[in-house]
Nanobody
Framework: QVQVVESGGGLVQPGGSLRLSCAAS????????MNWYRQAPGKQRELVSSITSAGTRNYADSVKGRFTISRDNAKNTAYLQMSSLKHEDTDVYSCNTDRGTSEYWGQGTQVNVSS
């Protein structure tokens, strides 16, 4: 069983920055992709960004140039650096790791962008 825990959410003003962290327990962290999703109440969940085991990064068009995903395999942790935040980035951000036969999700962390 893999435990996934997100942290780093909070309240930030438009134009500000936040860094989210996603820690995953267990072995073989480096072998699997890590993904960040977000979802607001009543809206469909959106894949924000992903990073493969080889370090290849992908981003949703809505966050390109503003968000950066990274991973530290020694710490079993993935990060999402968010800059130039906008009101529409307000969501619950969740981390996911897909290990082929199973997916593991964290509980999510709330990000509120408001003046």
């Amino acid at each position: 069983q893999v435990q996934v825990v997100e942290s780093g959410g909070g309240l930030v003003q438009p134009g500000g920055s936040l860094r989210l962290s996603c820690a995953a327990s267990g072995s073989f962290f480096s072998l699997y992709p890590m993904n960040w999703y977000r979802q607001a109440p009543g809206k469909q969940r959106e894949l924000v960004s992903s990073i493969t085991s080889a370090g290849t990064r992908n981003y949703a068009d809505s966050v390109k140039g503003r968000f950066t995903i990274s991973r530290d395999n020694a710490k079993n942790t993935a990060y999402l650096q968010m800059s130039s935040l906008k009101h529409e980035d307000t969501d619950v951000y969740s981390c996911n790791t897909d290990r082929g036969t199973s997916e593991y999700w964290g509980q999510g962390t709330q990000v509120n962008v408001s003046s």
